[in-house]
């Protein structure tokens, strides 16, 4: 039975929870409650905040692979992302892709796997977070805007969460799944197997995925070399129900991917590999009316290998090794107070970013030359967030604040004495306090849901931002160095939503807007010299006055019969600084239109997506003009039944008239794959 207290005493307990997640990291033995399981659900009639949040469902929680909702169930998680209503990707060839949220890259973003934060080892970004795990492995991945994702970090575009499939103690005895698929235009091979264990009292889950892929082909049968790769993913999670209200849990990732081409890059990468693990304890009530509290502890280190040593005829060969090693931990609980609901979390990491380049002159009498292109930074961050969800008569609010503190360390006196050359006064240490705060209101008018809020927010510099020695981009042909002077990049947040189901026909607009001040970016610094041979010039990292972004989108589904479902996406993006110039990255107005039928055990999909010429490019960064493209594709699956068990069979054909096209975020016109026949099978056994 809840106790329930008056509106006066809500300071007294919110500075309980604070105490509590500042001093609960041992677990006691409270009273037994029951096990509760987050549930996704769909807009009902009842007073509740609606975040301006993406489920992106990969795998269903019966650990059957989702043939009939996906067009590609075993595509990487590259597509999935892709295909998805906020998020785009920058590509720098077939593999790797990197996530962008409302026009904004990885800097200003929180990318986590099971709230773990990591940091890729490349320089380049040719490592991205996602490049670590594997659909094969994920359940869903959380796509939240702006500050709705500060609970994962501080932010300025928003959060992804990807979301590890656990068996949760289901009482499913002994399951697994055997996986293939097949690709025709780069000839990739898909192979995997998932083998598990789940009662009432314990479960572990095993995962295991291989993928290789050779070069592909563009629209019209052009070759893109280096565009190969390979890549293998073991994954497992663990439970253990100490009792009723008590687990302990555990979970471990290893990636390795080798021999992967970057055709839009004048390097490849030998290998990339990553370690991540975490043990956590879960408890479903606490002390006092406190409940849901969870601590995680979690490492990972990841090594980066780039190298050119495939590519004929370059000008001096280089080996570009990186490491990134990240330690952490976040504590959180929930509390239940009348019409509020809080929830608190403490978190904390520790990072450790290196990276070098050795030049290797052809001339055999030179000498090699070495430089420190990340000097041994040491991140050390520190946050509390605290989120209130208030429940009104006719309305809802979401009132939510982060505040964290965060030290760099350049623990290399080499690379310290590299940056003092352009910055003589820089300090060794720099420390940095972070801050967020966001309201969101909601009122349903019957079936009627509007919503909308105010955020701020705030960023440090990145690694490459700060502290970066001369790195090369192939976009802008520029190199870069980093600025230790920066400020914090500041932006303050609107948006909205709006949400009506009509009969069979929903409808929703969404929108946001981002002022954003001291916006950081590199500004060519005429009076270096560059170090990359045919580089146009030298940019220095620095923050701009202002910059404002725009991101506004129609969404519709409707339901044509009861086997066959419409839905379609228009979306338009915006981005320009304090004089007008426009920003790089910012998509044209991009559609998607599909039809998705399922009776049974068949299913099958057509898709039509395409965007708009990219007429509001930047020279000055790179870009140029991007002409409109469309693509059909489609998709046929069925599922059969063998000896009582499930085989799960798809086919399908992407870009059907062999499109020849890149996109706005394709590096360097890099061209996409062109015709592309793919099939998968997916054998569960239960």
């Known amino acids: 039975m809840k106790t329930t207290y008056p509106y006066g005493a809500w300071s007294g307990y919110l500075g309980h929870l604070i105490l509590v997640l500042c001093l609960g990291v041992i677990p006691l033995s409270p009273q037994k409650a029951q096990a509760q399981e987050p549930i996704l659900a769909p807009i009902i009639d009842s007073i509740l905040p609606i975040d301006l949040k993406e489920v992106i469902v990969i795998s269903s929680f019966n650990r059957g692979i989702e043939h009939k909702s996906q067009p590609k169930p075993l595509s990487t998680l590259d597509q999935y992302l892709e295909s998805s209503k906020k998020v785009s990707m920058v590509k720098r060839g077939a593999y790797a892709w990197d996530p962008m949220l409302n026009d904004m890259t990885s800097e200003r973003l929180s990318i986590t796997i099971d709230g773990m934060r990591i940091f890729g080892a490349c320089t380049d970004k040719m490592d991205p977070i996602t490049s670590y795990v594997d659909v094969s492995n994920l359940s869903d991945i959380h796509v939240e805007s702006g500050q709705q994702g500060a609970r994962h970090g501080n932010v300025i575009g928003g959060a992804l969460d990807m979301r590890l499939e656990k068996s949760n103690f289901r009482p499913l005895g002994w399951t697994g ?86 055709p839009a890059l004048p390097m490849d990468v030998s290998l990339a590999r990553a370690f991540i693990g975490s043990l956590s304890w879960v408890q479903d009530s606490f002390i006092g009316d406190l409940e849901n509290w969870e601590t995680k502890l979690y490492a990972n280190t990841i090594t980066h290998i780039m190298d050119d040593s495939q590519r004929p005829d370059v000008p001096i060969r280089m080996d570009m090794p990186g490491w990134s090693d990240t330690y952490g931990f976040y504590t959180q609980t929930e509390l239940i107070l009348d019409d509020h609901h809080l929830i608190g979390k403490l978190d904390g990491y520790y990072n450790r970013s290196l990276a070098e380049m050795t030049m290797y002159p052809n001339d055999p009498n030179e000498q090699d030359m070495f430089m420190l292109t990340w000097p041994d930074v040491r991140t050390l961050n520190s946050g509390i967030y605290l989120e209130d969800k208030i429940s009104l008569k006719e309305s809802s609010v979401k009132l939510s604040t982060r505040l964290a503190l965060q030290t760099f360390n350049v623990a290399d006196d080499f690379g310290l004495n590299s940056l ?267």
């Open 177 to 262: 799944a055997v996986e293939t698929g097949y690709e025709s235009n780069n000839t990739a091979q898909i192979v995997g197997g998932e083998l598990n264990f789940s009662n009432e009292h314990f479960y572990v889950d095993t995962d295991l995925i291989y993928r290789k892929a050779e070069n592909y082909t563009a629209g019209g049968g052009e070759e893109v070399a280096f565009s190969q790769f390979e890549k293998y993913n073991l994954s497992t999670n663990a439970g253990y129900k100490v009792s009723e209200n008590q687990k302990l849990l555990a979970s471990f990732i290893f990636d390795e991917a080798r021999d992967v081409g970057y």
């Open 420 to 686: 003092r050359i352009f910055n003589p006064d820089m300090a060794q240490r720099q420390t940095r306090v972070l801050k967020s705060v966001s309201t969101h209101y909601h009122r349903q008018f019957k079936a009627l849901h509007l919503s909308g809020g105010l955020a701020y927010g705030d960023r440090a510099p990145s690694v490459s931002e700060g502290f970066g020695f001369y790195l090369f981009n192939s976009f802008d042909n520029h190199d870069y160095i980093g600025n230790p002077d920066l400020k914090n990049e500041k932006a303050l947040e609107a948006n909205f939503k709006m949400a009506w189901p009509i009969k069979n026909l929903d409808i929703a607009v969404e929108g946001n807007y981002f002022h954003t001040w001291d916006y950081i970016i590199g500004e060519v610094h005429p009076e270096l010299d560059v170090m990359t041979i045919g580089a146009d010039g030298v940019k220095v990292y620095t923050n701009l006055e202002y910059a404002n972004l725009y991101n506004v989108s129609l969404d519709m589904v409707y339901q044509l019969t009861s086997e066959l479902d419409w839905s379609g996406l228009v979306s338009y993006h915006r981005g320009t600084d304090q004089n007008g110039r426009n920003l790089p990255f910012i998509s044209p107005l991009a559609y998607r239109s599909r039809l998705t039928y399922g009776q049974g055990n068949f299913s099958g999909t057509l898709t039509l997506s395409g965007a708009l010429d990219q007429s509001d490019f930047n020279p000055d960064f790179g870009e140029d003009h991007t002409p409109a493209y469309a693509l059909l594709s489609l998709s046929l699956g069925k599922t059969f039944s063998i000896g009582g068990e499930a085989l799960y069979g798809k086919v399908g054909i992407e870009n059907i008239f062999d499109r020849y096209y890149s996109t706005y975020s394709d590096w360097n016109n890099i061209p996409r794959m062109g015709r592309n026949f793919f099939m998968t099978l997916s054998y569960a056994i239960n």
